[in-house]
């Protein structure tokens, strides 16, 4: 797995969890799911993501999305 692949996969798995949460516990559990949103627009058109520059220095191997 690379860090683009993990990166959506840890996405998709916040937007979720923050769906169920806002099902079963508060709605405002749903400020989670436009966070990660809008982080993905974010660096849909920066390239700019903290989690790709944490798991490159981790040692994960580089996608194309994050290679700055």
Same mark, same amino acid.
């Given at each position: 797995m690379?860090?683009?692949r993990f990166v959506l996969a840890f996405a998709?798995?916040?937007v979720l969890i923050s769906a169920a949460l *806002?099902?079963?516990v508060t709605p405002?559990?749903?400020a989670l799911?436009?966070?990660v949103g809008l982080n993905l627009l974010?660096? *849909?058109f920066t390239g700019f993501?903290?989690?790709a520059i944490v798991l490159r220095k981790l040692g994960m191997s580089?996608?194309?999305a994050f290679n700055n």
């Open positions: 690379n860090v683009d998709g798995t916040m *806002a099902w079963f405002y559990w749903l799911t436009a966070f974010q660096s *849909a993501c903290p989690l580089p996608g194309c």
